[in-house]
């Protein structure tokens, strides 16, 4: 029941209208930001920050997430109108976008973008709303042995992945390793 008056009290925060109008503004820019070629939500959040440093922290947060959401699907659009696509999780919408776009459907090429973007991104704040306690009690219960064989992981990743020369990979492995430990 604890969890249930937890959310009834964040929707209570995130109804309100003046983070409604944060969101919406937020979401505005971000999408204005990210359909410059090369501008993508973390350059549209480091651009916001000297905005909310002032504002309360949950509407700065509201806002942060609009406008990190909206250039989401911002770089989206100039991926399908000039197969420019800003950041990394927008190459695959130039794909199948620009040619859309070639072929006179550009209007659908954006639909079917801003359809995929709110329905991506729905499922995916109610996911990480459901499994977020979850994740938090594993994270809480780490200790040493657990980022120890993390970080043996993750080396053995990096190495792994480089398939043409192993000993690069090591190289890259330990140098990385050397400049963690500096300090």
Same mark, same amino acid.
């Given at each position: ?18 983070? /409604?109008?944060?969101?919406? &503004? ?9 359909? =410059? ?6 350059? +549209?959040?480091? =651009? ?39 950041? &990394? ?16 459907? +550009? ?22 709303? =459901? ?7 594993? &994270? ?12 043996? =992981?993750?080396?053995? +990743? ?13 190289? +890259? ?5 050397? /400049?963690?430990?500096?300090?």
């Amino acid at each position: 029941m604890d969890a249930f008056n937890n959310l009834m009290y964040g929707f209570g925060i995130a109804l309100e209208p003046i983070n /409604i109008a944060y969101v919406f &503004a937020g979401v505005f820019a971000g999408t204005i930001i990210g359909m =410059l070629p090369g501008l993508g939500p973390i350059s +549209a959040l480091a =651009l916001m920050i000297p905005i909310t440093f002032a504002m309360e922290p949950s509407s700065g947060l509201i806002l942060m997430a609009g406008v990190y959401y909206g250039a989401i699907f911002g770089g989206s659009t100039s991926s399908i109108l000039l197969n420019a696509p800003g950041v &990394a999780g927008t190459v695959a919408t130039s794909f199948d976008g620009y040619p859309m776009a070639k072929k006179g459907q +550009a209007g659908k090429a954006l639909a079917i973008a801003a359809y995929a973007s709110f329905i991506g991104g729905t499922v995916s704040v109610i996911f990480l709303m =459901l499994i977020a306690p979850l994740l938090s009690k594993v &994270a809480v219960s780490f200790g040493p042995s657990e980022y120890f064989a993390l970080m043996v =992981l993750g080396l053995t +990743a990096v190495v792994s992945l480089s398939d043409k020369s192993l000993v690069k990979g090591l190289i +890259a492995a330990v140098v990385g390793v050397i /400049i963690s430990i500096v300090g």
